[in-house]
């Protein structure tokens, strides 16, 4: 079965610097996303992505955060900058199109670690 | 906007005893709702989903959930658990509209199974 992955699994990093988290969405899927879940908080919607373009951002991804699809492949989150409240870790999701394509398919996340 | 609620927050229950976990959710138009699973360690898995048609839908693992319009629920039942449903159940829901169709969370219910 088709599945999300995500890479690094685990990304340790010191607070001003950046990072690209990177994934691989399920490949005939069109609609790409990324979410967040801080330790003992609920999953947060960072940003929706279709047609080479972002479809929808919540607040939190401000001027600090770009996605990309740099080929046809992969999907990357990119922090420019990280601070101690970027702590989280970081799910990767994307969907088909169609009536029946509302399910969103998960990956194993990375966790991210700013010190 | 939209936003989930999820009543609690953690459950503890001995084998073979009846689950069910309230959802609620509020927005002003036609929604999708979703229940996913966290097993620990592990991402996020897809239960059960609701789209239109019946109201009560059948997941895996002997799950259900029943929408219920006027209440704007969606809470998830097993009338068995097992010591291996011990996980992190989040109920999440977006709007059936076209653009991102994000996925908003609810808190989550940590549900521990006893032997």
């Known amino acids: 079965e088709p599945e999300v992955t995500q890479t690094p699994s685990h990304q340790v990093t010191q607070m001003g610097q950046e990072v690209i988290l990177r994934c691989v969405p399920i490949?005939?899927?069109?609609?790409f996303y990324w979410y967040r879940q801080i330790l003992g908080q609920k999953v947060e919607f960072l940003v929706s992505f279709y047609n080479n373009e972002i479809s929808e951002k919540s607040e939190i991804f401000d001027d600090q955060f770009s996605v990309e699809r740099p080929d046809g492949s992969n999907f990357t989150l990119k922090i420019r900058s990280t601070k101690l409240e970027d702590s989280a870790m970081y799910f990767c999701?994307?969907?088909?199109?169609?009536?029946?394509?509302?399910?969103?398919?998960f990956g194993p996340g990375t966790r991210l670690t700013v010190t | 906007a939209q936003s989930v609620s999820q009543h609690n927050h953690h459950v503890i229950l001995s084998e073979a005893a009846s689950l069910e976990l309230g959802c609620n959710y509020s927005?002003?138009?036609?929604?999708?709702l979703f229940w996913y699973v966290q097993y620990p360690g592990q991402h996020l898995q897809l239960l059960l989903k609701y789209f239109s048609g019946d109201p009560l839908v059948k997941g895996i693992k002997g799950f259900e959930a029943e929408f219920i319009k006027s209440k704007f629920s969606f809470n998830l039942r097993k009338p068995s658990v097992q010591w291996s449903d011990t996980a992190e159940y989040f109920c999440a829901v977006n709007a059936r509209r076209g653009g991102g169709n994000k996925l908003t969370f609810g808190t989550g219910t940590q549900l521990k199974v006893e032997l």
């Open positions: 490949s005939n899927h069109l609609y």
């Open positions: 927005y002003g138009g036609t929604v999708n």
């Open positions: 999701a994307s969907r088909g199109s169609g009536t029946g394509g509302y399910e969103q398919y």
